[in-house]
C-alpha cells in the first residue's frame, strides 16, 4: 500500500481559511492599496449630466432630380452620422450659443443670431473637446438622430445637444442651398455662352444671304433652280442646322432653371428639444471606495491563493510531513536560544522536554544511541537545525542522560561559542590523530551530564575527514562512553556529510522550517538518508507560531 502524498490532500475549508490566516498581510495590504484608490477616485470624480434631442432627418430635396445637383440624394445615416457629430457643427453649435447668449435670446433660429454665429469664431481646441462630449446614433431602423450632450453642469448639457442638433440642421439647409447655387451658376454660364454662340451664327448667316443677293445678277434666270443651289450652299445649311441646335440646348437651360427654382429643402426638423436633466449620470460617490476595497480585497485573495499554490515550502507541517512518511517528534521555537540553564527559557525547555522525552523512548526501545541532527533549509538562512540538535542534547542531558553533543558542521562552526567551550582543539584533531576524545570533549559548566566536541581548527577538506575511518572509530568509542550521542551535522541542502554520517549513526532527526523547507528538500534528505541504511526517526518542527497545534 502506498503513502499518501501531498498533492492527494483534499483542499475544504480548512484549508482555505489556513491560506487566508497565512497571507493575511498580503491580502489586507491589497485591501487597503484599493480603498486608497477608491477614495483617490473622488478627488477625480465629477458628477455628470446629459441631455439629447431627436432630429428627424429627411433628403434634401424634395422637388426635382436633377443629375448637376449633388445634394439630391437619399439620407446615408453613416455620412449624417459623421456630419452631426464632426467638428464644423461643433464649432457652429458653439457660435450659436455665443450669439444667442451676447444677444441675451433663447431663440437659435433667430435670423440675429444665426447672423452673429456666423461672424464668431470658435477655438478649433475647444471644439474638439466638446466633441468629444457629442454622441450621435439613429434609432433602430428609422430616420431618427439622436444627438446626446454630456456636461458638468445640467443646463450646459441640455445647451450643447439642442446647439449641435440646431447646427446640424443649419449645415444640411446650407449644403443644399450651395449645391443648388452652384448648379444655377453653372446653368446660367452655359446660357450665356450658347446665346453668344447664337449670336455669331446670326452673323454669319446674315453675311452669307448678304453674298448671295450682291451676286444675284450673276444668275441667270431662265436656268431652273439655280437660285436656290445658288442661294443656300452647304455652309449655310450647316449653320442653319447648328442654330436649331442651340437654341434647343438653350431650351433646355431654361427648363433646368425652372426645375431648380420649383425646388423645396428640406432638412428635417427637431423632434425633441433637448431637456434639462434633474439629475446626473454620474456614478454615486460610495461607488469608487466600495468597489476600490472590494477590487482590493478579491485581488489579495486571488494572490495568496496563486503564491500559495506555487509556494514550495512546508506550509503545513502535520499534513506534509505524514504525506511522505516523517513522524513529528515535536514543535519547538525557532528564536535561536539554547536553554543551558534551566528556567532560562521556558517555551523552549517545555518544547525539548517533550521532543527528547519521545525520542529517547524510541531510541531507548530500539537500542540506539547516536542520532544525527540535520537541517533541510540552507545553512545561509541561519542556524535553526545547529540550535535544535543542541537544545536535544541539553534536554537529554537535564534528565540524567549522560550526553556528548557532537558539532560536525566543520564549514559553518556557530554553536560552540554559546556553550562557551575552548574550539582550539576539537573534533578534527581527533580524526587527524593528533588529539584523543576524552582530551577534547568538554563538559558544559551548567550541566554536569552533558559534553560538547567542538569542531576544531585542524580543518581542510571536511567531507574527506568525516569519511575518515577515524570518525567511525570515534563515535564506537563515544558510544561506550556516553549515553546518548548527538551528532550535528551541516544541512543536506548544502553538503553531503549527513549521508557520510549516516552509516556510523543509528537514526535521524530532521529539523523542518515551516515556509522555509521545501517539501521536496524534506522528501529528498529522507530519500538520500535511508538509502545509506539509516532510519530516519522523524521530524522536529522548528516554528513557535504557525506550526504548533491549536487546542
Not at 541561519?382 to 560536525?408: E, F, P, Y
Amino acid at each position: 500500500m502506498t503513502s499518501p502524498t501531498y498533492s492527494d490532500a483534499v483542499v475544504g475549508l480548512d484549508d482555505s481559511v489556513n491560506v487566508l490566516r497565512r497571507h493575511w498581510k498580503l491580502i489586507s495590504l491589497c485591501t487597503l492599496a484599493g480603498l486608497g484608490l477608491g477614495l483617490a477616485s473622488l478627488s477625480q470624480r465629477s458628477d455628470s449630466f446629459t441631455s439629447d434631442s431627436l432630429v428627424e432627418v429627411r433628403p434634401l430635396i424634395s422637388q426635382g432630380d436633377s443629375p448637376n445637383l449633388d445634394a439630391a440624394r437619399q439620407v446615408n445615416t453613416e455620412t449624417e452620422q459623421s456630419i452631426a457629430s464632426s467638428q464644423r457643427v461643433v464649432e457652429r453649435a458653439l457660435a450659436l450659443l455665443d450669439a444667442a447668449e451676447q444677444l441675451n435670446s433663447d431663440d437659435l433660429d433667430d435670423p440675429d443670431v444665426e447672423e452673429l454665429a456666423s461672424t464668431i469664431a470658435i477655438d478649433g481646441e475647444d471644439a474638439r473637446r466638446v466633441q468629444d462630449q457629442i454622441e450621435v446614433t439613429f434609432e433602430r431602423d428609422s430616420l431618427v438622430l439622436q444627438i446626446e450632450a454630456a456636461a458638468g453642469r445640467a443646463v450646459r448639457a441640455q445647451e450643447l445637444a439642442q446647439s449641435v442638433a440646431h447646427a446640424y440642421l443649419d449645415f444640411r439647409v446650407d449644403a443644399a442651398t450651395g449645391a443648388t447655387a452652384e448648379a444655377r451658376e453653372r446653368l446660367l454660364v452655359r446660357e450665356t455662352e450658347l446665346l453668344g454662340e447664337l449670336s455669331e451664327i446670326a452673323d454669319r448667316i446674315e453675311e452669307l444671304e448678304q453674298e448671295l443677293i450682291d451676286n444675284r445678277e450673276l444668275i441667270d434666270p431662265e436656268v431652273p433652280n439655280e437660285f436656290d443651289a445658288q442661294v443656300r450652299p452647304s455652309e449655310l445649311r450647316k449653320l442653319d442646322t447648328a442654330e436649331v441646335s442651340k437654341r434647343k440646348n438653350l431650351e433646355g437651360i431654361g427648363t433646368r432653371l425652372a426645375n431648380l427654382d420649383s425646388i423645396t429643402i428640406n432638412a428635417g426638423e427637431i423632434l425633441d428639444d433637448a431637456e434639462i436633466p434633474s439629475s446626473s449620470s454620474g456614478i454615486p460617490a460610495p461607488v469608487g471606495p466600495v468597489a476600490g476595497l472590494l477590487v482590493g480585497l478579491g485581488l489579495g485573495v486571488a494572490i495568496a491563493y496563486s503564491r500559495d499554490r506555487t509556494d514550495a515550502t512546508v506550509r503545513e507541517p502535520q499534513k506534509e510531513l505524514a504525506a511522505v512518511g516523517s513522524e513529528i517528534l515535536g514543535f519547538s521555537p525557532s528564536n535561536n536560544h539554547i536553554a543551558v540553564t534551566e528556567g532560562s527559557a521556558p517555551a523552549v525547555d517545555e518544547a525539548y522536554r517533550r521532543t527528547q522525552a519521545g525520542l529517547l523512548f524510541k531510541m531507548d526501545r530500539e537500542d540506539r544511541q547516536i542520532v544525527l541532527v540535520t537541517g533541510t533549509t540552507p545553512a545561509d538562512s541561519g542556524d535553526t537545525a545547529a540550535v535544535a540538535a543542541a537544545n536535544l542534547a541539553v534536554a537529554a542531558a537535564r534528565v540524567g542522560r549522560n550526553t556528548l553533543l557532537i558539532l560536525s558542521d566543520l564549514r559553518n562552526p556557530v554553536i560552540h561559542d554559546r556553550f562557551k567551550v575552548d574550539n582550539s582543539r576539537g573534533l578534527a584533531e581527533v580524526i587527524n590523530g593528533k588529539a584523543s576524545l576524552g582530551d577534547v570533549s568538554q563538559q558544559v559548566p551548567e550541566l554536569t551530564t552533558m559534553y560538547v566536541l567542538p569542531p576544531g581548527n585542524d580543518i581542510s577538506a571536511p567531507t574527506r575527514l568525516l569519511q575518515s575511518s577515524n570518525m567511525g572509530r570515534l563515535l564506537e568509542k563515544a558510544r561506550g562512553s556516553y549515553d546518548l550521542v548527538v551528532v550535528q551535522a551541516a544541512t543536506l541542502t548544502d553538503y553531503a556529510d549527513a549521508v557520510v554520517l549516516g552509516p556510523l549513526c543509528d537514526t535521524a532527526v530532521l529539523i523542518v522550517e515551516p515556509n522555509r523547507s521545501k517539501r521536496s528538500d524534506v522528501e529528498q534528505s529522507m530519500r538520500q538518508l535511508k538509502a545509506v541504511g539509516l532510519d530516519v526517526s522523524g521530524s522536529i518542527v522548528a516554528d513557535p507560531l504557525d506550526s504548533r497545534p491549536r487546542r
